[in-house]
């Protein structure tokens, strides 16, 4: 066993700065050659703490799942998923984001083996999720771990114009 082993751990409604922080701190390492460094400097931590401030003030029962991975006490990554109300696609695994220093030292798996346990758990037969053209970390990443390319979506992050894979698999 590793002497500093991942804790997974369900999120508080106090956990919302922790999270917004490390929302914001993957896009500024994984989007900074795709999105502008002033959306990702100024705009993106204020939507992303807005964001988990009004999710997490929602009752509980509302959430979905949204885990907090740590070591040794510290918040190193999280994961976020939720059952649409018309999932075409079945669950979604909205956020999956690891500090860039923790990547490839198996949180990411353990957050991804957390939600697809959870949407087990709902009955869910699929999930599916979306992740940045050009992504190239996450896109390898999804695949080694069995996820399938579905399609993609065009829309817009900010003012950029953005194509986001998407991709599915059996809970």
């Known amino acids: 066993m590793s002497a500093n082993p991942i804790i997974l751990r369900r999120a508080t409604p106090g956990d919302a700065r922790i999270i917004a922080g490390l929302h914001t701190a ?3 390492t ?3 050659h795709i ?3 002033e959306y990702l400097a100024v705009q993106a931590p204020r939507e992303h703490l807005a964001l988990w401030q009004s999710y997490l003030a929602r009752p509980e029962a509302m959430w979905g799942l949204v885990e907090v991975a740590e070591m040794q006490g510290n918040p190193i990554g999280f994961v976020s998923a939720e059952k649409l109300p018309n999932p075409a696609y079945g669950v979604l695994l909205d956020c999956l984001h690891v500090l860039a220093p923790f990547q490839g ?7 991804i083996d957390a939600a697809r346990a959870w949407a087990r758990q709902l009955g869910e037969k699929q999930m599916h999720l979306y992740t940045l053209e050009g992504n190239a970390r996450a896109i390898a990443f999804y695949e080694r771990n069995g996820w399938q390319r579905a399609g993609s979506v065009d829309g817009y992050i900010g003012e950029t114009p953005v194509t986001d894979r998407r991709y599915v698999i059996a809970p």
């Open 26 to 28: 993957s896009w500024q």
């Open 105 to 111: 030292h198996g949180a990411g798996k353990l957050l």
């Open 35 to 37: 999105l502008p460094e």
């Open 30 to 32: 994984a989007y900074r």
